[in-house]
């Protein structure tokens, strides 16, 4: 196995490897389950996502770019719904209430 990246928490390490599984890139993530001893345990055990091929690595830093400014990115403004007039979150696509379609 390969190391390509610490994550702060499990959470963002289950993020990359979802990013890495969408581009079929096999991969494992050590130390996932310590995050209940992290107060016991030393911070530098967080959990660590590996690729399993080495040729996977430039493949895995250019997921871990995108990972990244994604997670920067500003978050996109709310959007009224023109059927119903209600409020969704920019990143919707449909209308939480009606279920229509929302214009960016």
């Known amino acids: 196995m390969y190391p390509v990246y ?3 928490d499990l959470i963002e390490a289950e ?3 979802q990013r890495l599984n969408d581009r079929g890139i096999p991969n494992a993530v050590q130390n996932g389950f310590l995050q209940g001893l992290l107060g016991e345990l030393p911070m530098s055990l967080r959990p660590t996502v ?6 996977d690595q430039s493949a895995a830093q250019l997921c871990i770019r995108e990972m990244v400014a994604a997670l920067e990115a500003p978050d996109a403004p709310d959007v009224v719904c023109p059927k119903c ?3 969704s979150p920019g990143n919707f696509e449909e209308c ?6 929302l214009c960016p």
């Open 6 to 8: 610490v994550a702060k």
């Open 85 to 87: 007039a209600e409020t």
């Open 50 to 55: 590996c690729v399993l091929e080495e040729r």
């Open 15 to 17: 993020l990359l490897v």
């Open 96 to 101: 939480w209430k009606c279920r229509a379609e």
